[in-house]
């Protein structure tokens, strides 16, 4: 189910486009770094996406930002639109042939799940109500499956 994703930011500065083997919005973030540089429901959704497959128009309208935690800077690098502060995708060098977009910045009509997992609602601040379908899942940290661990057990992988 590799699907040729297409993205940009709201000012049309910066378009995108990449492959993902991994395409349904399922993942909701609450944690303090997602819901404040990508806002949003108090929530982010990060899809993934294949770097090597990465094409990008107006480079030089991205800037990046490493978020600060507790121990230090975060590896992570955060691309930004520098003209209107569109959020756009997360690279973390440890996992170097994968880039998260945020779904917030896809253009294409991507998949909608069945149920959605809801994570780091140790974060989420007083005022969110997570929506929750019945076949949610929630955790008050980090998922106890990965994003193709998901994308296989809910049957949403190419053969």
Known sequence: MTMRLE????????????DSPHPV???RCYC????????GGGYAINIMGLTDTLDVKGEENITMFHARMKDGLSEG???FCSTCGSALWVYD????????PFASAIDTDLPKPDESTHLMLDFKPG???PQLGPRDKTFPRYPDESIAQWHERTGNVSD
């Open 32 to 39: 303090s770094i997602c819901r404040k540089t990508a806002g």
């Open 77 to 79: 690098e955060r691309r």
């Open 127 to 129: 005022w969110v109500e």
């Open 7 to 18: 993205g940009s930011c709201h000012c049309g500065a910066v378009r995108f486009s990449c």
């Open 25 to 27: 919005p399922y993942q």
């Open 93 to 100: 060098p440890n996992w170097p042939v994968l880039i998260h």
